[in-house]
């Protein structure tokens, strides 16, 4: 089955700056990503996915990059504001599977 | 506007005792999940349904089950619980496509003493 690895665990950044959370996946069949935004005491809510027809994508200050050759996907965040902060987590699946979730990534961007 | 709603946000039991968690949701989805999140685990999936009476095992599947009757409700069985079940359970559910955005519930917060 598939396996999703997620990095690094936490990230402290300034607000301003820019933030890059990296996922693996092991899964080559896997065609759907998508990332996951879960404020302190909230349910997980999609904030941007990709698909494997495509290799970049953006929603204003985020974006997601994806190389499939390697097996990895990217969620960047530029101009990150304290309201960023959350744990993110990185997902995989195909058509027929359940999406498959990394361990989460806590940010924490500081004023 | 989308909802699924968990039956219990927070509940304290007894090792031993049997736990039904209920999950509800009012947009005709095909497929329902059922993840356990703990820290520094992230969300892993314990069981899932396609269609009504039909369940998949995940990745954690052992000491719970499901039960799927009808197509808005999905429960997870906790059949004799243990401390090691102590986690925050979260539903959600997807439309009948193959992949897609999932709708979580709020969660349901279990203590096993």
């Known amino acids: 089955g598939e396996n999703v690895e997620q990095h690094p665990s936490t990230l402290s950044v300034q607000e301003g700056d820019s933030a890059v959370i990296k996922c693996t996946y092991s899964?080559?069949?896997?065609?759907?990503f998508p990332w996951y935004k879960q404020e302190l005491g909230k349910r997980p809510q999609l904030i941007i996915d990709?698909?494997?027809?495509?290799g970049e994508k953006k929603d204003q200050r985020i974006a997601v990059t994806l190389n499939k050759t390697a097996k990895h996907f990217s969620l960047h965040i530029t101009e990150t504001q304290p309201e960023d902060s959350a744990v993110y987590f990185c997902a995989a699946n195909q058509a027929g599977t359940a999406l498959i979730f990394g361990k989460g990534t806590t940010l924490s961007v500081s004023s | 506007d989308v909802k699924v709603t968990q039956s219990s946000r927070y509940l304290v039991k007894r090792t031993g005792e049997k736990v039904f968690l209920e999950c509800v949701q009012d947009?005709?989805?095909?497929?329902m999940f059922w993840y356990r999140q703990d820290p520094g685990l992230g969300l892993r999936l314990i069981y899932f349904s396609y269609d009504v009476k039909m369940k998949e095992k995940g990745d954690i599947p052992e000491g719970y089950s499901v039960s799927r009757e009808k197509k808005e409700r999905f429960s997870l069985i906790l059949e004799s619980a243990s401390t090691n079940q102590t986690s925050m359970y979260l539903c959600?559910?997807?439309?009948?496509?193959?992949?897609?955005?999932?709708?979580f519930g709020e969660g349901s917060r279990l203590t096993v003493l």
């Open positions: 899964d080559s069949a896997s065609n759907y």
């Open positions: 990709i698909r494997s027809n495509v």
């Open positions: 959600a559910s997807r439309p009948g496509t193959n992949t897609g955005e999932l709708f």
């Open positions: 947009m005709d989805h095909e497929n």
